[in-house]
């Protein structure tokens, strides 16, 4: 097998696990035991918890997106109107995958299309739907950030933006490095390529004006 065959058939790294809001909302709290059995057969990671009863003010906040839309004030008196579980969850593609358990937004809709959902098992109607979930990653780190402040939610880039990273902020310097050590050939070449970068990296802070020491007279 060729190096090239091995580099095909590698599995590719997982180096980011997305992460997404949920929420149990008033009408389904005391589901709550039965909705996280759910979550956790579905292979989601409970990585926080809070059971909280928002104020109004605190619900217009979290749903300012929809401000001014007729059904604003019902969904902030329903949100509001007792305590809410939120929970934020792990998982690859954690989004689509929540929202897919989730089922569409109205009640009525997912009993016809996808019965087995959990907004179908657990909701009243378009409204009262039981539960939320993030659409999308910038809401998803808003909203974790909302309950839970202390959350660190930073995304590694992946894909296009990766690449795109590594070839502005990496490959310039990493191929000065690599082309110094093809000449050197070092023992080491691994401890030889990482005294090089520290001593030729761009961002390492400079003294303009080194301080001369005189000699004491």
Same mark, same amino acid.
């Given at each position: 097998m060729t190096e090239m065959e091995e580099e095909i058939q590698m599995e590719k790294p997982h180096i980011y696990v997305e992460r997404t809001l949920a929420i149990i909302k008033p009408d389904a709290t005391e589901k709550e035991e039965e909705i996280k059995d759910i979550v956790l057969?579905?292979?989601?990671? !409970?990585?926080?918890r809070r059971k909280v009863h928002l104020t109004p003010e605190q619900a217009s906040e979290f749903y300012a997106e929809h401000y001014g839309k007729l059904f604003f004030p019902s969904l902030i008196a329903y949100m509001s109107s007792g305590p809410i579980v939120a929970v934020a969850l792990s998982k690859d593609k954690a989004i689509s995958h929540w929202r897919q358990l989730l089922g569409?937004?109205?009640?009525? %809709?997912?009993?016809?299309? &996808?019965?087995?959902?959990?907004?179908? !098992?657990?909701?009243?109607?378009?409204?009262? &739907? #039981?539960?939320?979930?993030?659409?999308?990653?910038?809401? #998803?780190?808003?909203?974790?950030?909302?309950?839970?402040?202390d959350s660190v939610v930073e995304p590694v880039p992946v894909g296009q933006a990766a690449r795109d990273y590594l070839k502005r902020q990496? &490959?310039?310097?990493?191929l000065k490095g690599l082309t110094e050590l093809c000449k050197n050939k070092p023992q080491d070449p691994v401890i030889w390529l990482a005294d090089w970068l520290l001593e030729n990296n761009p961002n390492k802070p400079s003294? %303009?004006?080194?301080?001369?020491?005189?000699?004491? #007279?």
């Open positions: 057969r579905s292979g989601f990671t !409970i990585l926080q569409p937004t109205s009640t009525f %809709k997912a009993r016809d299309t &996808n019965p087995d959902s959990l907004r179908a !098992i657990y909701g009243t109607d378009d409204q009262r &739907n #039981a539960l939320h979930g993030s659409d999308s990653y910038s809401n #998803a780190e808003r909203e974790i950030r909302f309950f839970f402040p990496v &490959n310039p310097t990493l003294i %303009k004006d080194p301080i001369i020491q005189e000699p004491i #007279a």
